[in-house]
């Protein structure tokens, strides 16, 4: 007896119907994403003589963490 095998094996069936639900699964989501427009940062005016540090609220809260 000879076996017939079939071009068509497990492992491509599941990979063909994984493949098909992704892609219904991502052109379902897809028209609900909505590009949003990226806030632009406010430039500071250049401080008159040189430098250029603040002390921040970002930089308060890193020293307030490295306090011993």
């Known amino acids: 007896m000879s076996s017939k095998t079939s071009p068509l094996s497990r492992r491509s069936l599941f990979s063909g119907a994984a493949t098909v639900g992704a892609v219904a699964a991502v052109s379902a989501v897809l ?3 909505v590009k949003q427009a990226v806030p632009v940062a406010v430039a ?3 401080p008159t003589r040189g430098g ?3 002390l921040s ?3 308060q809260q890193y020293y307030k963490t490295t306090r011993v």
């Open 52 to 54: 250029g540090y603040m």
């Open 57 to 59: 609220e970002h930089v």
């Open 44 to 46: 500071l005016p250049k």
């Open 31 to 33: 028209p609900g994403v």
